[in-house]
């Protein structure tokens, strides 16, 4: 079963973004013209880009990608009755989700992720939160049948291996369970698209890697989930403000009819 994404507004928040800096959206070339003219941001790998972008990743201005995302996670967990489940949120990062993912009334939730910068943000804000560092392989120490409910949102494309993941996922969830999976679309990384922030005023990269959406589908069905749902958001003209309001019409041109964010849900 495959569903596009209704083209909807998706609302406009944030602070306008003062400068030129893309998070996420990053077109390298235009990038190059309108910031270093000779030089674009340099690649890092997640751990350390992560722990460097953690004390401004929650004050994102104008994103597309993580309005998008709101979107879909919203549209994936809403309308089932999630109260009193045991959570895992693999690549949590600061908790974008946690308030959402609180007011379930959760019995368990733990975070996992490879920066420590991310956790400690997440910590901040939800004291009571049970986090953990895993390894940039991305194998968080699940047991068997221990979770009604795995997440992982913006994740999935800075793990190399995916197989092994989904493999340790698959194991966690206990029959029944549900898997909510959304990242960066592969077809926007494939054609250039990079997940950037800015650090002490210089541009950086965050290493991802590009697996196609067929292939992730049919790995989970290897595992033995059922697929519930796909959505993804595209580049349309409802999302042009968002470009419009950066000066980057040019980036619109690209990205147009790309999408951008995918979420999927399974269950077990
Ligand atoms: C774009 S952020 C998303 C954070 C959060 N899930 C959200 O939606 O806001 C990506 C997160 O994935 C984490 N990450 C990167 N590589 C990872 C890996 N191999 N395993 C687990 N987490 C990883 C990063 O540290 C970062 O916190």
Redesign the pocket.
């Known amino acids: 079963m495959r569903r596009h994404s209704q083209s909807r507004r998706l609302p406009v928040t944030g602070a306008r973004n003062p400068w030129p800096d893309f998070p996420y959206l990053l077109d390298m070339s235009l990038f190059q013209r309108i910031w270093k003219p000779n030089k674009g941001p340099s690649l890092k790998e997640?751990?350390a880009a992560?722990d460097l972008w953690a004390n401004s990743y929650d004050d994102p201005g104008l994103n597309l990608v993580l309005d998008m995302?709101a979107d879909i996670v919203e549209q994936l967990l809403g309308g089932m009755d999630l109260k009193g489940k045991r959570w895992a949120?693999?690549?949590?990062?600061?908790g974008?989700?946690w308030s959402r993912i609180y007011q379930e009334a959760p019995v368990e939730l733990t975070g996992?992720?490879?920066?420590e910068g991310?956790l400690a943000k997440l910590v901040d804000k939800f004291p009571q939160a049970n986090v953990r560092k895993?390894a940039?392989?991305?194998l968080a120490p699940l047991q068997k049948d221990s979770l009604d409910l795995l997440i992982s949102?913006?994740?999935l494309a800075?793990?190399a291996h995916i197989e092994p993941v989904f493999r340790l996922w698959a194991k966690a969830l206990a029959p029944g369970g549900l898997l909510v999976l959304t990242d960066f679309h592969p077809l926007a990384l494939d054609k250039g698209a990079q997940?950037t922030f800015s650090h002490k005023g210089q541009p950086i990269a965050v290493k991802s890697y590009v697996h196609p959406l067929e292939g992730i589908r049919a790995l989970l069905a290897e595992m033995g989930l059922t697929e519930l749902r796909l959505l993804e958001r595209v580049v349309d003209q409802s999302v042009r403000s968002y470009y419009s309001n950066q000066s980057a019409l040019p980036v619109y041109e690209k990205y147009l009819g790309v999408p951008m964010v995918y979420g999927l849900l399974y269950r077990k």
């Open positions: 997640p751990e992560y995302d949120d693999v690549g949590c990062g600061t974008r989700h996992y992720d490879v920066s991310m895993i940039e392989d991305g949102t913006l994740a800075h793990v997940r």
